[in-house]
């Protein structure tokens, strides 16, 4: 087994974790806030370690950027739907549902009510999810199209 093989499955695999955090932290966030109920460690803790899974996932996929053949810098690379998504479609979305979680994240902190603190962590991280759903979507849909 090579680099890009092993690098390729942890990537594959650690994406699961993000998506059961990120899910996790969305449905006690939106129990929270519709909910009136207080933010606590747990709840803190939780919206920490998805925060800590989507940059420790960012980290391997830039990894994985530069061990990918289908990561590709020449005039053909748009031409085709795999090569482009790869090459940028793939870590500009996922780029920007991180940055959501980051900023979520770090907006909530500041904040003292705690249905303030749900209401914020749930709107950001629903929409870095939708965004992560949506690329990874617009991905394999990009890979079906190539096959036909």
């Known amino acids: 087994m090579n680099a890009y093989s092993i690098i390729k499955q942890l990537h594959s695999g650690f994406r699961y974790i993000v998506f ?3 899910l ?7 129990l929270g806030w519709f909910g009136k109920k207080p933010y606590t ?5 939780i919206n920490l370690f998805t925060l800590i899974s989507a940059h420790t996932q960012l980290l391997i996929g830039i990894v994985l950027f530069f ?4 990561v590709m810098f020449n005039s053909g690379t748009m031409k085709n739907d795999v090569t482009r998504y790869f090459t940028v479609e793939h870590w500009v979305g996922m780029i920007i549902a991180i940055i959501l979680i980051t900023i979520g994240h770090s907006k909530s902190k ?7 603190k749900h209401k914020t962590i749930a709107i950001f991280y629903i929409i870095a999810f939708l965004i992560i759903i949506g690329t990874i979507m617009s ?10």
């Open 20 to 22: 059961i955090l990120i």
């Open 24 to 30: 996790v932290a969305i449905i006690q966030s939106l």
């Open 41 to 45: 460690e747990v709840n803190r803790k």
């Open 67 to 70: 061990l990918s053949p289908l």
């Open 110 to 116: 500041k904040i003292v009510l705690p249905e303030g």
């Open 139 to 148: 991905g394999h849909l990009s890979v079906l199209g190539s096959q036909q």
